[in-house]
């Protein structure tokens, strides 16, 4: 079993509609981060949390630390949010951790 | 504020061969962090670098190394290249080591045929 699992793995949606992505995570941790990757591969990070809620613009991220799980939600989606969404966590002072993933693709 | 560069941005290399990737950190950043992602999978932590030394390493043979320069650039080098190397390598700067801000070079895509 993988220390951090995203659902879904792929998600697909029409234009307008609310989009969750969850991130459950076994391991302690100190920070999680919600990051953003276009096809090319450049990986942009979207929020950094350590408790409670995060948001901006149509991205609002949550995170419970009791029960080690995030969402990740997108609000009024647009074809220009699709990407790969991954879910990392820091565990120790190194050493990031990834999800594999979730690929969004947003339809017109 | 220059962000991440990486260079190259594609290489195709033969089995057996070496190959030597570039990362610059954004301004600032003392810190650097290598990561190896397969095609469909998330990407995994290679190794860090910090203040020229390395200072945390994943699951990744000694074949796998790196170095960290006085300006805190950094290099990720793989001797005997096998066909499972082919991945994107990833960078990434943060402003000290353990601290959670971090940004992203666009990556090198390295083909082992």
């Known amino acids: 079993k993988n220390e951090v699992e995203q659902s879904p793995q792929n998600l697909t949606a029409q234009e307008g509609e609310f989009i969750t992505i969850n991130c459950s995570y076994s391991v302690g941790i100190s920070a999680l981060h919600w990051l953003q990757q276009h096809p090319g591969g450049g990986i942009v990070s979207l929020f950094m949390?350590?408790?409670g809620k995060k948001k901006h613009g149509r991205l609002i991220a949550t995170i419970n630390i009791q029960e080690k799980h995030s969402s990740l939600h997108i609000t009024a989606s647009h074809p220009r949010d699709s990407a790969v969404y991954i879910c990392?966590?820091?565990?120790?002072?190194?050493?990031?951790?990834f999800g594999q993933g979730t690929r969004l693709t947003i339809n017109p | 504020e220059t962000g991440v560069t990486q260079s190259p941005t594609h290489l195709i290399k033969t089995r057996g061969q070496q190959v030597t990737l570039r990362c610059s950190s954004q301004?600032?950043?003392?810190?650097v962090s290598w990561y190896q992602q397969a095609l469909g999978q998330g990407p995994q932590f290679i190794f860090q670098y910090y203040r020229e030394e390395e200072n945390g390493r994943g699951n990744f043979p000694p074949r796998f190394s790196g170095l960290q320069f006085p300006n805190y650039s950094s290099e990720l080098n793989v001797n005997a290249l096998e066909l499972d190397d082919s991945a994107l390598y990833l960078c990434?700067?943060?402003?000290?080591?353990?601290?959670?801000?971090?940004?992203f070079g666009a990556g090198s895509r390295l083909t082992v045929l």
């Open positions: 949390l350590s408790s």
């Open positions: 990392a966590v820091h565990q120790g002072a190194q050493k990031l951790v």
């Open positions: 990434a700067s943060s402003p000290a080591s353990g601290a959670n801000v971090l940004t």
């Open positions: 301004s600032g950043h003392n810190t």
